[in-house]
């Protein structure tokens, strides 16, 4: 039988999808095969109208973390009714999935990790929940979803908290029966935030637009995506130089403050 062509591509960080080059299923499923290992990194997504038919076909195979992908998950891969693929960007002809995996294994960087959920654990999370004691408590993550934190909600590691966040967004929530808990940023830490950071005027124009200026890996704490969310802050993703502003007027443009000190000029 004649390959079928697909392509790999490596997101960042050991995000890899498999995608099959076939006509896309006009329904989808991420139905797990009978048996399988659902804490495996990996995500399937089948034609649904040919699996109510009892047929799996295949069209997408994502893989959370690439370094998570152990042996046994490899094996059970080869147990399944999958197509032998061709990767020509790759010049990967006629391999197996497990093999194209094996092959993303060597080429591409991940954390390593054993577990990829480790990704998603946060620290302040009951272990089972106060309502109906189920202990499928899953973290709730903020922002604008990324393929991988949209594969992880499918896999149900964590819930879709979207973009719409304000300091008291909850930070937890039961699968079972929906409670929600915890608060994302604790009210002391946001009203010092707001103290330090909140809303100032423009020395130049006296617009109330001034908003922090954050760096880099800056933006990721709860407090900061709160108050990106709300306006009071804007992201660069430079990492601040010298003489970096820490203040930027959206009215008028006028940059103000310093993030580090300027450089003391080089004797010599
Ligand atoms: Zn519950
Ligand atoms: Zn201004």
């Known amino acids: 039988m004649q390959a079928t062509r697909a392509e790999l591509i490596d997101y960042s ?12 299923p006009l329904r989808e499923s991420n139905a797990d095969p009978a048996g399988w290992d659902t804490s495996s990194p990996l995500l399937f997504t089948w034609d649904a109208d040919r699996l109510e038919r009892g ?8 893989v959370l973390n690439i370094a998570a992908l152990q042996p046994r998950h490899l094996a ?53 929940c106060p309502r109906c004691d189920s ?9 604008l979803p990324l393929p991988r934190m949209y594969a992880a909600s499918l896999k149900n ?13 909850p930070i937890w929530t039961c699968l079972r029966c929906e409670l929600s808990g915890g608060v994302l940023v ?27 200026v954050l760096y880099g890996a800056a933006a990721e704490s709860p407090v900061a995506s709160v108050a990106l ?14 003489g970096a502003p820490a203040w930027h007027c959206q009215a008028c443009g006028f940059e103000t403050g310093l993030e580090l000190p300027r450089a003391a000029p080089s004797s010599g």
Request: net charge negative.
């Open 13 to 24: 960080g050991g995000y890899v999808v498999l995608r099959l080059l076939v006509r896309p």
């Open 55 to 62: 047929e799996w076909v295949l069209h997408i195979l994502e």
């Open 135 to 143: 202990e499928r408590i899953v973290p709730i993550v903020y922002g």
């Open 157 to 169: 590691v964590i819930r879709l908290g979207g973009c719409d966040v304000s300091p008291s967004s």
């Open 229 to 242: 969310g709300q306006g009071m802050a804007f992201w660069t993703d430079e990492a601040p130089t010298p």
């Open 186 to 212: 604790p009210e002391a830490v946001w009203e010092h935030w707001l103290e330090q950071n909140g809303p100032r005027f423009c020395p130049r124009c006296e617009s109330p637009c001034l908003v922090r």
């Open 76 to 128: 059970a891969l080869g147990q399944l009714n999958l197509p032998r693929l061709d990767c020509y960007e790759l010049e990967l002809f006629d391999v197996s999935v497990a093999d194209a995996l094996r092959w993303a294994q060597r080429q591409y960087q991940a954390l390593p990790v054993a577990d990829w959920r480790e990704e998603w654990r946060r620290p302040g999370l009951p272990t089972q």
